[in-house]
């Protein structure tokens, strides 16, 4: 079945030391979305890729990197992580439908837990 | 200002119906309106989408009056694993008129 796959499921890392988490797709989608969910808390879009067309949120700390070397796949570099970006980081894609188009829909992986220790 | 507004949490019974209202008064013109279910540690889930009246699938059915300033997702006969949080999303000028902010959600407690 087409998926967004995100590995790890769970990832621990050293407060300070960079971490990368990974996402692919089978939907072929032209965009692909990083969102960072705190408990109880929503989804928050750090940034996403149009194409190779990279489009940082206004408010994504700078610490928050993200790379797209092909269509399928997708990370998320955190370069020195604090206590705060503990969180679920999830992945997105959708096919976009053009600039007027609100329709798309969102398709989600699992999600990776971030844990920083 | 914000873009959604959802009750913060609603309780049911199993086998009743639920109606989860949004409001989105700033909603534009060729804006859609698409509801997304999230379980507990998972992605969330796309769940419907409409722009205008009706729409009903084989898991809820959406309910958009004519102003379009608001709409009510309807789950009928919930279970217990409807247990969930839902979030309806509608176009952003943040980002482009494009529905990817997510608000508060309504979280959605089906009892026995």
């Known amino acids: 079945d087409a998926m967004v796959i995100q590995n790890p499921r769970y990832q621990v890392t050293q407060f300070g030391k960079p971490v990368t988490l990974s996402c692919s797709q089978t939907l072929n989608h032209n965009v692909m979305y990083w969102y960072q969910q705190k408990s109880s808390q929503a989804p928050k879009l750090l940034f996403h890729?149009?194409?190779?067309?990279?489009?940082n949120e206004a408010d994504t700390p700078d610490n928050f990197q993200s790379r797209r070397p092909n269509t399928s796949f997708c990370f998320l570099d955190i370069r020195s992580p604090g206590l705060g970006d503990a969180a679920m980081y999830l992945c997105?894609?959708?096919?976009?439908?053009?600039?007027?188009?609100?329709?798309?829909?969102?398709?989600f992986g699992s999600g990776t837990q971030l844990s920083v220790l | 200002l914000a873009k959604t507004t959802q009750p913060i949490s609603m309780d049911s019974y199993e086998g009743q119906e639920v109606n989860i209202t949004c409001s989105h008064n700033n909603i534009a013109t060729n804006d859609y309106i698409t509801w997304y279910q999230q379980f507990p540690s998972q992605g969330p889930r796309f769940i419907i989408q409409g722009y205008k009246t009706k729409v009903t699938n084989e898991v809820a059915s959406l309910f958009i009056p004519a102003d379009r300033k608001s709409s009510t997702l309807s789950l009928p006969r919930v279970s217990l694993s409807d247990t969930a949080v839902y979030y309806c999303?509608?176009?952003?000028?943040?980002?482009?008129?494009?529905?990817?902010?997510f608000g508060s959600g309504t979280r959605l407690q089906v009892q026995p």
């Open positions: 890729y149009y194409d190779k067309d990279f489009n």
């Open positions: 999303l509608v176009g952003d000028m943040d980002t482009g008129r494009r529905a990817l902010t």
């Open positions: 997105a894609t959708s096919r976009d439908g053009g600039d007027l188009a609100t329709n798309e829909k969102l398709f």
